[in-house]
């Protein structure tokens, strides 16, 4: 009769595989897949509730005297649709993430310019002074920019790169030179 195998302690293993690249590396993606896979579900939620929350915003608002009219500002109802937008930005950066376990810069930085939307749609003017306006056109200015230079040198399927497109241009210039010439 043989024994059973010997089962390791998992903390034992969790503290060797500190010394050892592979497995702890190991460890590491199996915590950020966990992570990952727990923050999608609480966006999950949020979204949920965010969609109930606009359903009896909108029904609460449509069922008010006068009826059929809105009686808060549509900033409060463009706001909470936003707010869902946004959330499913980030889902969509989560999941893109547990796919293909790299940061997909582009999304983020068009979940921040929504965001900023979000935040300029909503804005109370008569609320805000004057520095804080400048901060928000410095964020949608560097953002927009962030946006342009990355959709500009990142290649996609069926697209041509800003990058490529100046290269041929500055191509068909030279060539259209040479032939000045001749």
Known sequence: MTA??????????????FHRDEEFLWVMEGVE???????????????IVACIDLVLLL?????SAP?????????????AFLSILIA???????TAYLRKHVVQVEL???T?????????????LEKIDGVELIGLALAILALAVSYWLIRAVTPVKGRTTGVKRLKDALRQTRDRGDRDTI
């Open 108 to 110: 983020v930085v068009a």
């Open 67 to 79: 009826m059929g009219f809105f009686n808060t500002t549509l900033q409060d109802i463009f706001g």
């Open 88 to 94: 499913l930005e980030i889902l969509e950066n989560i």
């Open 59 to 63: 029904t609460g608002q449509l069922m």
């Open 112 to 124: 921040s310019l929504t965001a900023v939307a979000r935040k300029i749609i909503i804005l109370d």
């Open 33 to 47: 897949g966990f992570v990952s896979r727990l923050l999608s579900v609480a966006m999950v939620m949020v979204i």
């Open 4 to 17: 059973p195998p010997r089962r390791r302690n998992p903390f034992k293993r969790l503290l060797a595989a």
